[in-house]
C-alpha cells in the first residue's frame, strides 16, 4: 500500500513538473518559433489580461469597471480606447448585476426610461454569477489569463481546430463562426433550461418591482432583446453548415417575449429590424467579436429612436 501511494505521489509530482515545464518553454519561446495556433493564444492572452486589469472586485456586484478608467483595448476587429468616469454597462456582467446596478446606479439618477438588456448568453451569466457568489475565488479567471495548458484544454474541441464556416450573409457579410460552436452553445444553453431561466426571471421581477417602488412614478422600463449574430444570420448559417432542423434557436427570444407579455412589459425585440438588415447583405457583426460593428450599432440606434417615439418615451 505504501509503494502504492509513494507511485502515485511520483506520477503527480511528475506530472506537475512536466506541465510546468511546458507553460515555461511556451512563455520563454520566441513568438516566431511558436505554432500559429500558440500564437495566436498568447495574443488573445495578452487581450485577456489587458481588459481585466481595468475591473475592481465588488462584494455585490463581483465585478465592476474603474471609475476614471482610461485604456486602450486591441481586437483583431478594432481598436477602441476606454475611458470613463462611471459605466453603467459592464462587459461580462448579465441578469443578477444587471438588476443591482438598477438598484444601486440608476434609479438614484431618476431616469424616464430604463432599458434591461437581454442577450443570447444571459442564462449562462446568471448561473456563473450565483455560482461565483458562493465560492468567490477567480481561478479560472487567472488561468485563463496565464495558463497556456488551461486555454489549450479549454479550447480543445473536437472541429474547432479545422472546421472555420464563413457564412455569407446576403451579399457579403463575412462572420468567423464554427457550427461546432453553435451547436455546443444550443446544447449549453438547452440544459437545465427551466432552472436557470426561472433563476433569472426572478432578477428581472426584482427589477420591476424596484422601478415600481421607486420615487419617481414615471419611469418606465423596457425590455430590449439584444439578438446575436447566430440568430440574426440563422437561415444563411443553417443553410451552409447542414445543422439540424431540431436546433431550436429561438427557444430563448421566444421565452423573453412571453415573459414580458405576462408581466406587462414593454418589450422590443431587435431581431426582425436585423434580420430584414442582414437579408439586405449588410454587415451588421463584427468578423471575429460577436458585437454590432458600427453599421449595426447605426440600424439598432434609430430602431430604437422609433419604438421610444411610437410609445411616447421620445424627446
Known amino acids: 500500500m505504501k509503494q502504492i501511494a509513494q507511485r502515485i505521489a511520483l506520477v503527480c509530482v511528475g506530472s506537475f513538473f512536466a506541465l510546468t515545464l511546458c507553460e515555461g518553454l511556451v512563455w520563454l519561446a520566441p513568438q516566431k518559433l ?8 498568447s495574443k488573445r492572452m495578452e487581450l485577456y ?3 481585466d486589469s481595468i475591473y475592481d472586485a465588488d462584494k455585490e456586484l463581483l465585478f465592476k469597471i474603474r471609475p476614471h478608467t482610461d485604456t486602450v483595448v486591441d481586437h483583431p476587429d478594432y481598436h477602441v480606447r476606454i475611458k470613463t468616469n462611471l459605466n453603467l454597462g459592464i462587459p461580462s456582467q448579465g441578469p443578477p448585476q444587471y438588476t443591482r446596478i438598477l438598484k444601486r446606479y440608476a434609479l438614484p439618477l431618476r431616469p424616464r426610461v430604463v432599458f434591461y438588456g437581454f ?8 448561473n456563473r454569477f450565483n455560482r461565483l457568489q458562493r465560492n468567490w475565488l477567480p481561478v479560472s479567471r487567472y488561468m485563463r489569463q496565464y495558463s497556456i ?10 472541429q474547432a481546430a479545422t472546421e472555420e464556416a464563413e457564412p455569407a450573409a446576403g451579399d457579403g457579410a463575412q462572420l468567423n463562426i464554427v457550427a461546432e460552436d453553435v451547436r455546443r452553445s444550443l446544447a449549453r444553453q438547452n440544459r437545465n433550461f427551466e432552472q436557470r431561466w426561472q433563476l433569472t426571471a426572478k432578477e428581472i421581477d426584482d427589477a420591476i418591482q424596484a422601478v415600481h417602488a421607486s420615487r419617481d412614478t414615471q419611469v418606465e422600463m423596457v425590455m430590449l ?7 440574426v444570420y440563422w437561415e444563411q448559417l443553417k443553410a451552409q453548415n447542414k445543422l439540424a432542423d ?10 423573453v417575449v412571453e415573459y414580458c407579455g405576462q408581466r406587462k412589459l414593454p418589450c422590443f425585440d431587435l431581431t426582425a429590424v436585423l434580420k430584414r438588415e442582414a437579408q439586405r447583405g449588410k454587415q451588421l457583426y463584427f468578423p471575429i ?7 449595426g450599432n447605426r440600424i439598432v440606434a434609430a430602431a430604437l429612436q422609433k419604438f421610444l417615439m411610437e410609445k411616447g418615451l421620445a424627446g
Not at 225 to 231: G, I, N, T
Not at 247 to 254: S, Y
Open 246 to 255: 431540431d436546433l431550436d434557436i429561438d427557444r430563448l427570444r421566444r421565452t
Open 225 to 231: 432583446y439584444l439578438p446575436s449574430r447566430w440568430e
Open 289 to 295: 467579436d460577436g458585437h454590432w460593428n458600427k453599421e
Open 34 to 41: 511558436l505554432p500559429a495556433r500558440l500564437r495566436d493564444l
Open 149 to 158: 495548458l488551461y486555454n489549450l484544454i479549454h479550447e480543445s474541441r473536437p
Open 49 to 51: 489580461r489587458g481588459t
Open 119 to 126: 442577450y443570447f448568453n444571459d442564462l449562462n451569466s446568471s
